[in-house]
Protein backbone atom coordinates (compact mmCIF):
# COMPACT_ATOMS: atom_id res chain seq x y z
CA UNK A 1 0.00 0.00 0.00
CA UNK A 2 1.73 3.02 -1.58
CA UNK A 3 1.60 5.96 1.39
CA UNK A 4 2.27 9.07 -1.08
CA UNK A 5 3.82 11.08 1.59
CA UNK A 6 6.50 13.46 0.02
CA UNK A 7 7.17 14.93 3.49
CA UNK A 8 5.61 15.03 7.17
CA UNK A 9 6.01 15.19 10.98
CA UNK A 10 3.74 13.43 13.33
CA UNK A 11 3.54 13.53 17.12
CA UNK A 12 4.90 10.95 19.55
CA UNK A 13 2.74 7.85 17.99
CA UNK A 14 4.77 6.13 14.30
CA UNK A 15 2.13 5.82 11.25
CA UNK A 16 2.32 2.68 9.63
CA UNK A 17 4.38 3.63 6.86
CA UNK A 18 7.14 4.58 9.32
CA UNK A 19 8.09 8.23 7.41
CA UNK A 20 8.43 11.09 8.78
CA UNK A 21 10.11 13.56 11.46
CA UNK A 22 8.83 12.55 14.88
CA UNK A 23 8.15 15.32 17.85
CA UNK A 24 7.06 14.72 21.41
CA UNK A 25 5.34 17.58 21.87
CA UNK A 26 2.77 19.10 19.48
CA UNK A 27 4.50 22.32 17.75
CA UNK A 28 2.83 25.11 16.57
CA UNK A 29 2.54 26.71 13.16
CA UNK A 30 5.40 28.04 12.44
CA UNK A 31 6.98 24.64 13.78
CA UNK A 32 4.67 22.42 12.39
CA UNK A 33 5.20 24.21 8.58
CA UNK A 34 9.06 23.97 8.79
CA UNK A 35 8.67 20.27 10.30
CA UNK A 36 6.65 19.32 7.67
CA UNK A 37 9.15 20.09 4.98
CA UNK A 38 6.37 22.59 4.04
CA UNK A 39 8.25 26.02 4.37
CA UNK A 40 7.72 26.10 0.50
CA UNK A 41 5.54 28.88 -2.03
CA UNK A 42 3.52 28.33 -5.02
CA UNK A 43 4.25 30.62 -8.32
CA UNK A 44 2.10 30.71 -11.17
CA UNK A 45 4.20 30.90 -14.46
CA UNK A 46 2.72 31.27 -18.18
CA UNK A 47 2.92 28.26 -20.57
CA UNK A 48 4.47 28.54 -23.94
CA UNK A 49 4.17 26.45 -26.80
CA UNK A 50 7.37 25.23 -28.68
CA UNK A 51 7.16 27.91 -30.52
CA UNK A 52 7.40 30.43 -28.05
CA UNK A 53 3.78 31.55 -28.26
CA UNK A 54 2.13 32.05 -25.04
CA UNK A 55 -1.15 29.42 -24.53
CA UNK A 56 -3.79 31.64 -23.47
CA UNK A 57 -6.23 30.45 -20.10
CA UNK A 58 -3.45 28.45 -18.53
CA UNK A 59 -0.80 28.68 -16.09
CA UNK A 60 1.62 26.38 -14.29
CA UNK A 61 1.84 26.32 -10.67
CA UNK A 62 5.50 25.99 -9.44
CA UNK A 63 7.14 25.00 -6.65
CA UNK A 64 9.78 27.81 -5.90
CA UNK A 65 12.59 25.22 -3.72
CA UNK A 66 13.21 22.99 -6.14
CA UNK A 67 11.02 24.30 -9.30
CA UNK A 68 8.88 21.29 -9.43
CA UNK A 69 5.87 21.57 -11.90
CA UNK A 70 3.00 20.79 -10.04
CA UNK A 71 0.16 21.15 -12.47
CA UNK A 72 -1.40 23.15 -15.22
CA UNK A 73 -4.32 25.56 -13.98
CA UNK A 74 -6.66 27.82 -15.70
CA UNK A 75 -5.64 31.71 -14.98
CA UNK A 76 -8.70 32.36 -12.89
CA UNK A 77 -6.97 29.62 -10.14
CA UNK A 78 -6.12 31.50 -7.03
CA UNK A 79 -3.20 29.67 -4.86
CA UNK A 80 -3.58 29.08 -1.73
CA UNK A 81 -0.08 28.64 -0.22
CA UNK A 82 0.90 26.29 2.80
CA UNK A 83 1.33 28.89 5.28
CA UNK A 84 -1.95 30.54 4.41
CA UNK A 85 -3.32 27.30 5.26
CA UNK A 86 -1.83 27.17 8.49
CA UNK A 87 -2.82 30.82 9.25
CA UNK A 88 -6.43 30.00 8.38
CA UNK A 89 -6.77 26.73 10.87
CA UNK A 90 -5.10 28.88 13.80
CA UNK A 91 -7.27 32.19 13.44
CA UNK A 92 -10.53 29.53 13.34
CA UNK A 93 -9.30 27.65 16.21
CA UNK A 94 -8.26 30.60 18.30
CA UNK A 95 -5.23 30.69 20.56
CA UNK A 96 -3.19 27.73 21.60
CA UNK A 97 -3.41 25.42 18.37
CA UNK A 98 -1.23 22.83 18.61
CA UNK A 99 -0.62 20.41 15.45
CA UNK A 100 -0.71 16.56 15.33
CA UNK A 101 0.10 15.50 11.28
CA UNK A 102 1.10 17.70 8.43
CA UNK A 103 2.96 16.95 5.31
CA UNK A 104 3.08 16.88 1.39
CA UNK A 105 1.53 14.03 -0.84
CA UNK A 106 2.41 13.25 -4.19
CA UNK A 107 5.03 14.92 -4.40
CA UNK A 108 4.07 18.24 -3.24
CA UNK A 109 0.32 18.46 -5.45
CA UNK A 110 -1.16 17.87 -2.52
CA UNK A 111 -0.99 19.07 1.26
CA UNK A 112 -2.85 18.32 4.46
CA UNK A 113 -2.56 19.88 8.27
CA UNK A 114 -3.68 18.00 10.92
CA UNK A 115 -5.34 20.24 14.23
CA UNK A 116 -6.18 19.09 17.52
CA UNK A 117 -9.08 21.23 18.44
CA UNK A 118 -8.71 22.83 21.31
CA UNK A 119 -11.37 22.10 23.69
CA UNK A 120 -14.05 19.41 23.91
CA UNK A 121 -17.25 19.98 22.22
CA UNK A 122 -20.25 18.22 23.30
CA UNK A 123 -23.35 19.15 21.44
CA UNK A 124 -27.03 17.81 21.28
CA UNK A 125 -25.19 15.06 23.88
CA UNK A 126 -23.22 14.43 20.74
CA UNK A 127 -19.25 14.01 21.48
CA UNK A 128 -17.30 16.12 18.34
CA UNK A 129 -14.48 14.78 17.24
CA UNK A 130 -10.93 15.53 18.25
CA UNK A 131 -9.40 16.83 14.98
CA UNK A 132 -9.55 19.50 12.51
CA UNK A 133 -7.75 18.50 8.75
CA UNK A 134 -7.03 21.06 6.23
CA UNK A 135 -6.58 19.54 2.62
CA UNK A 136 -5.41 21.91 -0.16
CA UNK A 137 -4.01 20.56 -3.70
CA UNK A 138 -1.56 22.76 -5.88
CA UNK A 139 -2.28 21.11 -9.07
CA UNK A 140 -5.90 22.14 -9.67
CA UNK A 141 -7.56 18.58 -9.41
CA UNK A 142 -9.85 19.27 -5.99
CA UNK A 143 -10.89 21.96 -4.28
CA UNK A 144 -9.62 23.18 -0.57
CA UNK A 145 -11.40 20.92 1.80
CA UNK A 146 -11.97 21.29 5.61
CA UNK A 147 -13.40 18.96 8.07
CA UNK A 148 -13.98 17.62 11.72
CA UNK A 149 -12.62 14.15 11.93
CA UNK A 150 -11.65 11.61 14.46
CA UNK A 151 -8.93 9.88 12.43
CA UNK A 152 -5.37 10.94 12.68
CA UNK A 153 -4.24 11.51 9.11
CA UNK A 154 -0.75 10.25 8.28
CA UNK A 155 -0.79 9.65 4.11
CA UNK A 156 -2.56 9.58 1.07
CA UNK A 157 -5.64 7.27 2.35
CA UNK A 158 -6.21 8.51 5.97
CA UNK A 159 -6.05 11.62 4.59
CA UNK A 160 -9.27 10.29 1.87
CA UNK A 161 -10.87 8.16 4.83
CA UNK A 162 -11.28 11.59 6.78
CA UNK A 163 -12.88 13.57 4.28
CA UNK A 164 -15.28 10.81 2.74
CA UNK A 165 -16.54 9.84 6.27
CA UNK A 166 -16.89 13.50 7.50
CA UNK A 167 -19.97 14.30 9.05
CA UNK A 168 -19.58 18.07 9.52
CA UNK A 169 -17.02 20.13 6.45
CA UNK A 170 -16.73 22.92 4.56
CA UNK A 171 -14.84 23.48 0.82
CA UNK A 172 -13.89 26.35 -1.75
CA UNK A 173 -12.94 26.15 -4.89
CA UNK A 174 -9.29 28.14 -5.91
CA UNK A 175 -11.10 30.82 -7.64
CA UNK A 176 -13.18 34.11 -6.43
CA UNK A 177 -11.62 35.85 -3.19
CA UNK A 178 -10.11 33.58 -1.40
CA UNK A 179 -10.14 35.89 2.15
CA UNK A 180 -14.08 35.84 1.75
CA UNK A 181 -14.56 32.36 1.64
CA UNK A 182 -11.82 31.45 4.26
CA UNK A 183 -14.19 33.81 6.80
CA UNK A 184 -16.97 32.14 5.32
CA UNK A 185 -15.83 28.63 6.50
CA UNK A 186 -15.13 30.39 9.99
CA UNK A 187 -18.47 31.44 10.30
CA UNK A 188 -19.88 27.82 8.68
CA UNK A 189 -17.78 25.58 11.13
CA UNK A 190 -17.97 27.15 14.94
CA UNK A 191 -21.49 28.67 14.90
CA UNK A 192 -21.87 25.77 17.08
CA UNK A 193 -23.18 26.39 20.47
CA UNK A 194 -26.06 29.32 19.57
CA UNK A 195 -26.97 27.39 16.66
CA UNK A 196 -27.10 23.95 17.96
CA UNK A 197 -28.99 25.36 21.18
CA UNK A 198 -31.67 26.47 18.81
CA UNK A 199 -31.95 23.37 17.09
CA UNK A 200 -31.69 21.19 19.86
CA UNK A 201 -34.98 23.43 21.36
CA UNK A 202 -36.47 22.31 17.62
CA UNK A 203 -36.03 19.27 17.62
CA UNK A 204 -37.71 19.01 21.72
CA UNK A 205 -40.37 21.08 20.52
CA UNK A 206 -41.06 18.88 17.40
CA UNK A 207 -41.47 15.74 19.44
CA UNK A 208 -43.56 17.03 22.31
CA UNK A 209 -45.59 18.10 19.18
CA UNK A 210 -45.65 14.74 17.62
CA UNK A 211 -46.76 13.03 21.00
CA UNK A 212 -49.41 15.28 21.33
CA UNK A 213 -50.03 14.71 17.96
CA UNK A 214 -50.66 11.25 18.62
CA UNK A 215 -52.21 11.17 22.19
CA UNK A 216 -55.19 13.73 20.10
CA UNK A 217 -55.31 11.50 17.27
CA UNK A 218 -55.81 8.11 19.45
CA UNK A 219 -58.18 9.82 21.45
CA UNK A 220 -60.63 10.95 19.27
CA UNK A 221 -60.11 8.00 16.87
CA UNK A 222 -61.22 5.77 19.90
CA UNK A 223 -64.17 7.98 20.61
CA UNK A 224 -65.54 8.10 17.09
CA UNK A 225 -64.89 4.44 17.13
CA UNK A 226 -66.97 4.19 20.39
CA UNK A 227 -70.00 6.32 18.65
CA UNK A 228 -70.04 3.91 15.46
CA UNK A 229 -70.37 0.98 17.89
CA UNK A 230 -73.15 2.47 19.69
CA UNK A 231 -75.19 3.81 16.37
CA UNK A 232 -74.47 -0.20 15.28
CA UNK A 233 -76.29 -1.32 18.76
CA UNK A 234 -79.38 1.16 18.06
CA UNK A 235 -80.11 0.01 14.46
CA UNK A 236 -78.31 3.56 12.90
CA UNK A 237 -76.78 3.61 9.26
CA UNK A 238 -72.52 3.52 10.28
CA UNK A 239 -71.42 4.12 7.01
CA UNK A 240 -70.97 7.72 7.05
CA UNK A 241 -69.45 7.57 10.20
CA UNK A 242 -66.67 5.01 8.82
CA UNK A 243 -65.82 6.95 5.83
CA UNK A 244 -65.30 9.80 8.50
CA UNK A 245 -63.23 7.36 10.79
CA UNK A 246 -61.05 6.03 7.84
CA UNK A 247 -60.53 9.95 6.82
CA UNK A 248 -59.41 10.78 10.12
CA UNK A 249 -57.15 8.12 10.49
CA UNK A 250 -55.73 8.56 6.88
CA UNK A 251 -55.10 12.18 7.96
CA UNK A 252 -53.70 10.90 11.18
CA UNK A 253 -50.98 8.79 9.37
CA UNK A 254 -50.08 11.89 7.04
CA UNK A 255 -49.70 14.16 9.76
CA UNK A 256 -47.50 12.04 11.48
CA UNK A 257 -45.40 11.25 8.87
CA UNK A 258 -45.10 15.31 8.18
CA UNK A 259 -44.11 15.45 11.60
CA UNK A 260 -41.60 12.95 11.33
CA UNK A 261 -39.84 14.17 8.61
CA UNK A 262 -38.82 17.38 10.05
CA UNK A 263 -37.86 15.52 13.19
CA UNK A 264 -35.91 13.37 10.48
CA UNK A 265 -34.31 16.45 9.48
CA UNK A 266 -33.42 18.07 12.78
CA UNK A 267 -31.68 15.14 13.70
CA UNK A 268 -29.62 15.32 10.47
CA UNK A 269 -28.78 18.87 11.45
CA UNK A 270 -27.95 17.74 14.73
CA UNK A 271 -26.10 15.14 13.64
CA UNK A 272 -23.78 17.93 11.48
CA UNK A 273 -23.37 20.38 13.68
CA UNK A 274 -23.67 22.90 11.51
CA UNK A 275 -26.51 24.78 8.84
CA UNK A 276 -26.17 22.78 6.02
CA UNK A 277 -26.92 24.12 2.35
CA UNK A 278 -28.01 21.41 -0.05
CA UNK A 279 -25.68 21.68 -1.85
CA UNK A 280 -22.13 24.52 -2.83
CA UNK A 281 -23.89 27.68 -4.03
CA UNK A 282 -23.77 31.61 -4.40
CA UNK A 283 -26.03 33.04 -2.08
CA UNK A 284 -28.13 35.09 -4.25
CA UNK A 285 -31.06 36.67 -2.44
CA UNK A 286 -33.56 36.68 0.29
CA UNK A 287 -36.14 34.65 -0.06
CA UNK A 288 -39.43 36.19 -1.84
CA UNK A 289 -38.29 40.05 -1.81
CA UNK A 290 -36.25 42.58 -3.69
CA UNK A 291 -36.42 44.39 -0.78
CA UNK A 292 -33.58 45.66 1.53
CA UNK A 293 -34.26 43.76 4.83
CA UNK A 294 -31.95 45.05 7.00
CA UNK A 295 -34.02 46.12 10.23
CA UNK A 296 -37.15 44.61 9.36
CA UNK A 297 -39.05 41.87 11.23
CA UNK A 298 -38.80 38.23 9.89
CA UNK A 299 -41.16 35.48 10.45
CA UNK A 300 -41.04 32.67 11.92
CA UNK A 301 -39.85 29.60 9.62
CA UNK A 302 -39.10 31.99 6.62
CA UNK A 303 -35.97 30.90 4.58
CA UNK A 304 -33.52 33.31 4.95
CA UNK A 305 -31.38 32.22 1.76
CA UNK A 306 -32.04 31.40 -1.34
CA UNK A 307 -28.67 29.48 -3.26
CA UNK A 308 -28.06 28.99 -6.79
CA UNK A 309 -25.87 26.16 -8.04
CA UNK A 310 -22.64 27.06 -9.58
CA UNK A 311 -23.10 24.54 -11.99
CA UNK A 312 -26.42 24.74 -13.24
CA UNK A 313 -29.46 27.13 -13.25
CA UNK A 314 -32.91 27.12 -12.30
CA UNK A 315 -36.17 29.38 -12.09
CA UNK A 316 -39.30 28.63 -9.84
CA UNK A 317 -42.68 30.34 -11.61
CA UNK A 318 -46.15 29.49 -10.67
CA UNK A 319 -47.12 25.73 -10.59
CA UNK A 320 -47.61 23.99 -14.20
CA UNK A 321 -48.64 20.70 -14.16
CA UNK A 322 -47.30 18.46 -16.42
CA UNK A 323 -50.45 18.10 -18.60
CA UNK A 324 -49.94 22.44 -19.36
CA UNK A 325 -46.48 21.36 -20.16
CA UNK A 326 -46.63 18.74 -22.71
CA UNK A 327 -49.37 20.99 -24.33
CA UNK A 328 -47.16 24.35 -25.14
CA UNK A 329 -45.63 24.49 -27.96
CA UNK A 330 -42.16 25.61 -26.56
CA UNK A 331 -41.30 27.39 -23.52
CA UNK A 332 -37.86 29.64 -22.85
CA UNK A 333 -36.29 31.98 -20.15
CA UNK A 334 -34.85 35.57 -21.05
CA UNK A 335 -32.21 36.94 -19.01
CA UNK A 336 -31.26 40.61 -19.92
CA UNK A 337 -32.79 39.69 -23.57
CA UNK A 338 -31.18 36.57 -23.77
CA UNK A 339 -33.41 33.58 -24.42
CA UNK A 340 -32.24 30.38 -23.11
CA UNK A 341 -33.72 26.96 -23.27
CA UNK A 342 -35.37 25.09 -20.32
CA UNK A 343 -35.92 21.63 -18.94
CA UNK A 344 -39.03 21.24 -17.07
CA UNK A 345 -38.67 19.25 -13.60
CA UNK A 346 -41.79 17.98 -12.95
CA UNK A 347 -42.56 18.23 -9.14
CA UNK A 348 -43.40 14.52 -7.08
CA UNK A 349 -46.50 14.34 -5.31
CA UNK A 350 -44.91 13.90 -1.92
CA UNK A 351 -43.42 17.68 -3.18
CA UNK A 352 -46.93 19.13 -3.39
CA UNK A 353 -48.20 17.38 -0.93
CA UNK A 354 -45.61 19.10 1.87
CA UNK A 355 -46.21 22.58 -0.30
CA UNK A 356 -49.97 21.64 0.82
CA UNK A 357 -49.72 21.01 4.50
CA UNK A 358 -47.40 24.34 5.03
CA UNK A 359 -49.61 26.52 3.50
CA UNK A 360 -47.12 27.15 0.92
CA UNK A 361 -48.35 27.98 -2.90
CA UNK A 362 -47.29 25.13 -4.99
CA UNK A 363 -44.71 26.05 -7.48
CA UNK A 364 -42.90 24.78 -10.37
CA UNK A 365 -39.17 24.45 -11.75
CA UNK A 366 -36.92 24.33 -14.98
CA UNK A 367 -33.25 23.63 -15.40
CA UNK A 368 -32.19 26.47 -17.78
CA UNK A 369 -29.68 24.19 -20.12
CA UNK A 370 -26.19 26.23 -21.46
CA UNK A 371 -26.49 28.87 -18.88
CA UNK A 372 -23.24 29.31 -17.39
CA UNK A 373 -23.46 32.68 -18.71
CA UNK A 374 -26.43 33.77 -17.09
CA UNK A 375 -25.26 35.71 -13.51
CA UNK A 376 -27.09 34.62 -10.37
CA UNK A 377 -29.50 36.56 -8.91
CA UNK A 378 -30.95 37.79 -11.87
CA UNK A 379 -34.67 38.80 -13.00
CA UNK A 380 -35.78 35.93 -15.30
CA UNK A 381 -38.56 36.30 -17.36
CA UNK A 382 -40.20 32.61 -18.65
CA UNK A 383 -42.11 32.68 -21.98
CA UNK A 384 -44.89 30.44 -22.71
CA UNK A 385 -45.79 29.52 -26.48
CA UNK A 386 -49.49 27.76 -26.26
CA UNK A 387 -49.91 27.67 -29.98
CA UNK A 388 -47.65 28.75 -32.82
CA UNK A 389 -48.62 29.02 -36.39
CA UNK A 390 -46.29 30.22 -39.51
CA UNK A 391 -47.52 31.56 -42.88
CA UNK A 392 -50.73 32.82 -41.49
CA UNK A 393 -53.40 35.22 -42.47
CA UNK A 394 -53.54 37.47 -39.51
CA UNK A 395 -55.06 40.90 -38.06
CA UNK A 396 -54.47 42.62 -35.02
CA UNK A 397 -56.77 42.37 -32.45
CA UNK A 398 -58.11 45.60 -32.62
CA UNK A 399 -59.26 45.42 -35.65
CA UNK A 400 -61.10 42.16 -34.91
CA UNK A 401 -65.20 42.51 -33.39
CA UNK A 402 -67.32 39.90 -31.51
CA UNK A 403 -70.78 39.60 -31.72
CA UNK A 404 -72.53 36.76 -29.05
CA UNK A 405 -70.21 34.12 -30.67
CA UNK A 406 -69.46 35.90 -33.73
CA UNK A 407 -66.67 37.82 -35.25
CA UNK A 408 -66.49 40.18 -38.07
CA UNK A 409 -64.42 43.07 -39.82
CA UNK A 410 -65.50 46.26 -41.36
CA UNK A 411 -63.95 45.97 -44.79
CA UNK A 412 -64.23 49.47 -47.21
CA UNK A 413 -66.66 49.55 -50.23
CA UNK A 414 -66.05 53.05 -52.08
CA UNK A 415 -67.59 55.59 -48.74
CA UNK A 416 -69.17 52.54 -47.33
CA UNK A 417 -67.68 49.89 -44.46
CA UNK A 418 -69.49 46.82 -44.77
CA UNK A 419 -69.66 44.38 -41.77
CA UNK A 420 -67.84 40.98 -43.00
CA UNK A 421 -68.20 38.14 -40.88
CA UNK A 422 -65.09 36.42 -40.59
CA UNK A 423 -63.89 33.31 -38.20
CA UNK A 424 -60.83 32.75 -35.99
CA UNK A 425 -57.80 30.52 -35.45
CA UNK A 426 -54.71 30.76 -32.77
CA UNK A 427 -54.95 33.79 -30.72
CA UNK A 428 -52.12 35.83 -29.61
CA UNK A 429 -51.54 38.78 -26.94
CA UNK A 430 -52.00 41.55 -29.95
CA UNK A 431 -52.54 39.09 -33.31
CA UNK A 432 -55.26 36.95 -34.49
CA UNK A 433 -55.31 34.21 -37.29
CA UNK A 434 -58.04 34.36 -39.20
CA UNK A 435 -59.14 31.33 -40.99
CA UNK A 436 -61.79 32.20 -43.65
CA UNK A 437 -64.01 35.21 -44.68
CA UNK A 438 -60.92 37.31 -45.85
CA UNK A 439 -57.92 37.05 -48.25
CA UNK A 440 -55.12 37.93 -48.05
CA UNK A 441 -54.22 41.45 -49.47
CA UNK A 442 -57.68 42.69 -48.34
CA UNK A 443 -58.16 46.29 -46.40
CA UNK A 444 -60.00 46.39 -43.04
CA UNK A 445 -60.91 49.39 -41.28
CA UNK A 446 -58.61 50.65 -38.83
CA UNK A 447 -60.16 52.75 -36.17
CA UNK A 448 -58.12 55.80 -35.15
Known amino acids: MSSNVESMFYTREKPWHGLGVRVEEAP ?44 VVSDRYKIIQNREAFAFTDTLLGSGVRYETAGSLQEGKRVWLLARLPREYIIAGERISPYLVFSNSHDGSGAVRVALTPIRVCCNNTLNLALDTARRSWSMIHTGNISDKIQEAKDTLFMAETYMDSLGEEFERLTEQLEKLREDN ?29 QMEELASFEEKYLLDLISEAEKQLGNHQLIAPFSGTVTAIAGTMMNWNGMA ?3 NTPMLALASEDSRFLQTDYINSEQEESYHEYYALVDGKRYELEYIPRTSEELQAMTVKGEAKTSRF ?25 VLSLPKSVVYKERRNYYVYVPEGDALVKTPVEIGVQGNNYVEITSGLKEGACVYVER
Open 28 to 71: TSADALRLAGLDWEVAQEPIFTEGGDAIAGYKVNVRDSDRKVLG
Open 218 to 246: AYNIRHLEIDIEIARLSGQDTARMKLQLK
Open 298 to 300: MSE
Open 367 to 391: RMLDAQDAKLGKNVFLCIVENYKEN
